[in-house]
């Protein structure tokens, strides 16, 4: 009679699973395997989909930890893995949990090393697979179209404000692109003498 099992927490592939869950179900939480891998896996193995995690024994754990390591070897479709024709040694290879995220990582790093054109993308931080930066995508700010009516409105009351004690602008009556007319040296009013008084102005004779 095999051996069960009955623990509510499950180590499998470096990963925590629920033993209350299906097979099917708790393959799924590693990551790496997909719904479509976890039942060609669980098709390899013999065991049931439906059966819980927590009710399968030691050396049945230990099959599915093999199956997942090389499952090419075990009969899984070399289709369904993720990583084939590594670069490195050129084999079909199934990589989950710590070791995708080291590979990803690792191959990020040489895609920037050798600055390819998703290697640039990558160092500057921007989507590699052709996807539209207007207004998506943004490390900061609001989108193109919003933040240029927002700087506008903000920029506009500074701009009236700044003209006005400018040196040398027009009156606000004056017309634009009109300069006013500097009074000419005739008709100049010459200034009172030191310690005199200005003398009084005569107001013009109305024309009849």
């Given at each position: 009679m095999v051996e069960q099992r009955f623990e509510e927490i499950v180590r499998l592939m470096d990963t925590d699973l629920d033993g209350n869950e299906s097979l099917e179900m708790s393959l799924?939480?590693?990551k790496g395997i997909d719904f479509r891998l976890s039942r060609a896996i669980l098709v390899v193995s013999?065991?049931?989909?439906?059966?819980?995690?927590?009710?399968?024994?030691?050396?049945?754990?230990?099959?599915?930890?093999?199956i997942i390591k090389n499952p090419v070897q075990s009969g899984v479709p070399s289709w369904m893995?993720?990583?084939?024709?590594?670069?490195?040694?050129?084999?079909?290879?199934?990589?989950?949990?710590?070791?995708l995220d080291?590979?990803?990582?690792?191959d990020i790093d040489m895609m920037k090393k050798i600055r390819t054109w998703k290697g640039l993308r990558?160092?500057?931080?921007?989507?590699?697979r052709g996807q539209s930066t207007r207004s998506s995508f943004r490390v900061s700010g609001m989108v193109i179209g919003v933040s240029r009516k927002a700087v506008k409105a903000?920029?506009?009351?500074?701009?009236?404000e700044a003209a006005g004690p400018a040196a040398g602008a027009a009156p606000a009556t004056a017309k634009p692109g009109v300069v006013a007319a500097k009074p000419s040296a005739a008709t100049a009013?010459?200034?009172a003498a030191p310690g005199k008084p200005a003398a009084p102005v005569k107001p013009e004779a109305k024309k009849k």
């Amino acid at each position: 009679m095999v051996e069960q099992r009955f623990e509510e927490i499950v180590r499998l592939m470096d990963t925590d699973l629920d033993g209350n869950e299906s097979l099917e179900m708790s393959l799924k939480r590693i990551k790496g395997i997909d719904f479509r891998l976890s039942r060609a896996i669980l098709v390899v193995s013999g065991l049931e989909p439906k059966k819980k995690l927590k009710e399968i024994s030691e050396d049945q754990i230990r099959k599915l930890e093999g199956i997942i390591k090389n499952p090419v070897q075990s009969g899984v479709p070399s289709w369904m893995i993720n990583r084939r024709k590594d670069i490195n040694t050129g084999e079909d290879m199934h990589l989950v949990s710590n070791d995708l995220d080291f590979a990803r990582k690792s191959d990020i790093d040489m895609m920037k090393k050798i600055r390819t054109w998703k290697g640039l993308r990558h160092t500057l931080g921007q989507p590699v697979r052709g996807q539209s930066t207007r207004s998506s995508f943004r490390v900061s700010g609001m989108v193109i179209g919003v933040s240029r009516k927002a700087v506008k409105a903000a920029a506009a009351p500074a701009a009236a404000e700044a003209a006005g004690p400018a040196a040398g602008a027009a009156p606000a009556t004056a017309k634009p692109g009109v300069v006013a007319a500097k009074p000419s040296a005739a008709t100049a009013k010459p200034a009172a003498a030191p310690g005199k008084p200005a003398a009084p102005v005569k107001p013009e004779a109305k024309k009849k």
